[in-house]
């Protein structure tokens, strides 16, 4: 299939180039933040604890968030990706615009910053994760999005079909890993937890919502990366792993035992 090349800039204004991947993130924070405004909205969903957080609390709480996605995210893909940048060049890890976030990066901060709101607010950490989480596949969708419009992050080369030849990445068809993280992390996993949330009552519980989030994540995310082309300069682990699926592991056995606590403590458990 022929790569639908699109210009990875929206639209230029002189020296002020709007993207399509920082785009993405602001349309993402911002429609996380209208659909979690409608689960608070909805006590019902929440059992006798209530929602974590009103809706001032909210708003407070997306500031702390959208903090720790950036800061984490950046310093996630240096220490992840790329540690020879800090002696090399340790100005490039303030040039976010450069491009070079990492989603377990993003995912570390976002741990923090939701830690921190905990303690300076008070809320339960269990319940406010399930908020949080609940809510995180909008931002994948799109982000995996503009990482197909921008022709990064490509797969393995392959003869099937749907294979695509990516402008950067020779003349080699491939995988278009980026669509296949968009349908596993952010459609199929938002229905998962969609259903978690609204249908099977879940929100009781605090803490199974987030770790289907956190399971359901990881295990999306080892099996994309069976077919996504590791970054060059990253070393050849063993048994086949990439770093990708190093990340994800712990991520996968967090998950169960969030589901396995939450299940096994009831409706309405409250941390201590």
């Known amino acids: 299939m022929p790569y639908p090349q699109m210009d990875p800039v929206l639209i230029q204004i002189g020296p002020l180039a709007i993207r399509w991947y920082a785009l993405a993130y602001i349309i993402g924070i911002l429609a996380a933040w209208r659909y979690a405004g409608s689960m608070i909205s909805r006590p019902a969903l929440w059992g006798e604890l209530g929602p974590p957080v009103d809706k001032t609390g909210l708003e407070d709480l997306v500031l702390w968030i ?33 491009g070079g976030m990492s989603f377990h990066g993003g995912c570390l901060g976002v741990l923090v910053a939701v830690g921190l709101f905990v303690r300076r607010r008070g809320p339960d950490l269990f319940s406010l994760g399930d908020l949080v989480c609940a809510v995180v596949p909008i931002g994948l969708f799109l982000g995996r999005i503009a990482n197909f419009i921008n022709g ?39 229905l998962v937890l969609r259903w978690a949330t609204h249908r099977a009552g879940l929100l009781s519980r605090p803490g199974v919502t987030a770790g289907l989030f956190f399971a359901g994540y990881g295990l999306a995310r080892i099996l994309v990366e069976t077919v996504r082309e590791p970054d060059f300069y990253m070393p050849a682990f063993p048994l086949g792993l990439t770093m990708g699926m190093i990340l994800s592991l712990p991520m996968v056995l967090g998950g169960a035992w969030l589901i396995r606590r939450g299940l096994a403590a009831g409706p309405g458990a409250v941390a201590r």
């Open 66 to 98: 959208t903090l720790g996605i950036i800061i984490g995210g950046r310093l996630g893909h240096v220490l992840f990706y790329t540690p020879g940048m800090v002696l090399s060049d340790p100005l490039e890890i303030l040039r976010v615009w450069n």
């Open 152 to 190: 990064e992050l490509w797969g393995r080369p392959t003869d099937l079909p749907w294979a695509m030849v990516f402008p950067a990445a020779g003349p080699e068809p491939r995988h278009p890993s980026q669509l296949y993280e968009a349908a596993l992390e952010g459609v199929l996993l938002f």
